[in-house]
């Protein structure tokens, strides 16, 4: 494990068993920890967590890193809260930050709490703007929890058995290793499908083909009107799902050509995640109408927002609409300090370049172990699908998947799970890890791997 100099402090809450028993107890059951014997955190340095015994654990599965702790103290000695009814001056600074770092015309932003509120108010604003009001989304989208963005959300694990999605309308995703068209040339990646290709030099047979059944949803599921279409840039809660390159250009003018606004959910994506670019929409050479953003966004800290074009953000002045906590003056110096950090610390460039060594280990595993399908995304932005095999591409069974998730917790590594059967190990680490981190964590999986390949052996 690389080396670190923090010393956390002594740990002098409940004995472990006290907090899993309160845990069972009081805290709901649909939040699910991971893990067989529940991780209790105790604290945080960059990109290290320590539980409760002071052992540490490399996070490969969280926000941005940067610590903003001082300023939000500062700002806590002088003004904890004020709603948007009066002015103070953090969030004016920090709204004129975060639009110059968005093209013209999106320059005017709402503040709120989180994501799926954030996606709740894209929403109201799309069809308050267009009089229309059917939304267009992709299967594997995640767009949140709210009774509103639940119509999005097009993974069952999430749903409930409750009316949802009226005026919702899901299409096919363009996933090209999972999907029936896509191949080694398809997506913006340092690290290609193990699919054959059957495109020509300047065209894309698997766009070409993805495309047509966008249109064909245009056609038979909403009206000649719609509101707007919401994708992700890469899907992250079903495990870093890419589309064909031009895919989402071609479908943004099909989109408008039907009096639709194009909304870009940006809440795992954005804050430069993806590498080259610092929003996702930017590597797919479209800018959207509205643009949500939240975790990152934050550095963990509760707050989120909308970002549109000013006639757009005019529809929502209809009513009155308002927010308590949206905007309030520790959450405005919170933000200007991720957006300092990521600039002076020089996150947005480690991501490319940390990411992009990463992916490439990685795929080296992928070509080595049978049970590795897929291994794509962009800088810290990750997916590797697990497989019965190559050939066939069912998802591996949630025992196994579950066996590796443990081991590469038992060596120091904490990942993430993704995908419709939570097939896909989904790495979104601080945007501060360094090779020698990813080298560590490379190795870290090559041994659970080894260890679930000597298991399948066994079992024969």
């Known amino acids: 494990m690389p080396p670190c100099d923090f010393v956390p402090e002594k740990y002098k809450s409940y004995p472990y068993e006290h907090m899993l028993k309160i845990r069972r107890q009081y805290v709901s059951p649909s939040l699910i920890p991971y893990y067989k014997k529940p991780l209790l955190l105790h604290q945080g340095h960059m990109q290290w967590l320590f539980d409760h015994e002071g052992r540490r654990y490399l996070d490969l599965f969280a926000g941005i890193a940067t610590a903003v702790t001082a300023a939000a103290q500062k700002q806590l000695g002088r003004l904890w809260h004020t709603a948007s009814i009066y002015m103070h001056p953090a969030i004016q600074e920090y709204t004129e930050?975060?639009?110059?770092?968005?093209?013209?015309?999106?320059?005017?932003?709402?503040?709120?709490?989180?994501?799926?509120?954030?996606?709740?108010?894209?929403?109201?604003?799309?069809?308050?703007?267009?009089?229309?009001?059917?939304?267009?989304?992709?299967?594997?989208?995640?767009?949140?929890?709210?009774?509103?963005?639940?119509?999005?959300?097009?993974?069952?694990?999430?749903?409930?058995?409750?009316?949802?999605?009226?005026?919702?309308?899901?299409?096919?995703?363009?996933?090209?290793?999972?999907?029936?068209?896509?191949?080694?040339?398809?997506?913006?990646?340092?690290?290609?499908?193990?699919?054959?290709?059957?495109?020509?030099?300047?065209?894309?047979?698997?766009?070409?083909?993805?495309?047509?059944?966008?249109?064909?949803?245009?056609?038979?599921?909403?009206?000649?009107?719609?509101?707007?279409?919401?994708?992700?840039?890469?899907q992250g809660v079903n495990g870093a799902i890419q589309y064909p390159m031009g895919f989402l250009k071609e479908a943004f003018e099909l989109v408008r050509e039907r009096g639709g606004v194009c909304i870009a959910d940006e809440v795992q994506t954005g804050f430069g995640r993806t590498g080259r670019h610092f929003w996702g929409f930017e590597g797919h050479g479209v800018v959207p109408d509205i643009v949500t953003v939240a975790k990152a966004i934050g550095n963990g800290f509760p707050m989120a927002a909308v970002i549109t074009k000013a006639e757009i953000a005019g529809s929502l002045a209809q009513g009155l609409p308002f927010n308590t906590f949206g905007g309030n003056p520790v959450a405005c110096v919170v933000g200007s300090a991720v957006l300092e950090a990521i600039e002076e610390d020089g996150l947005q460039k480690n991501s490319e370049v940390v990411g992009t060594h990463l992916l490439l280990k990685l795929a080296e595993l992928r070509d080595e172990f049978e049970i590795i399908g897929d291994v794509r995304g962009k800088g810290f932005m990750i997916g590797i699908q697990m497989v019965k095999d190559k050939e066939s591409r069912q998802p591996l069974p949630a025992e196994e998947i579950n066996e590796i998730f443990e081991d590469c917790k038992d060596m120091g590594v904490l990942l993430g799970k993704g995908g419709i059967h939570f097939q896909t190990f989904r790495i979104k680490p601080p945007l501060c890890i360094t090779k020698e981190d990813a080298d560590f964590a490379v190795e870290v999986f090559r041994t659970a791997l080894t260890r679930h390949k000597e298991r399948r052996a066994a079992a024969k």
């Open 97 to 234: 930050k975060l639009t110059s770092l968005l093209p013209d015309p999106l320059k005017v932003i709402y503040l709120t709490n989180s994501g799926s509120e954030a996606n709740d108010l894209a929403m109201v604003m799309a069809r308050l703007y267009t009089r229309n009001f059917d939304i267009i989304c992709f299967r594997g989208g995640y767009h949140g929890g709210s009774p509103y963005t639940l119509g999005l959300t097009s993974i069952g694990n999430y749903k409930q058995v409750l009316p949802s999605g009226f005026g919702c309308q899901t299409t096919m995703l363009p996933d090209v290793f999972n999907g029936p068209w896509g191949g080694s040339q398809c997506r913006d990646s340092p690290v290609q499908t193990i699919r054959k290709c059957s495109c020509s030099p300047g065209s894309c047979h698997a766009k070409d083909r993805y495309i047509e059944q966008f249109q064909d949803t245009l056609a038979t599921c909403v009206p000649k009107k719609i509101a707007g279409f919401i994708a992700e840039p890469i």
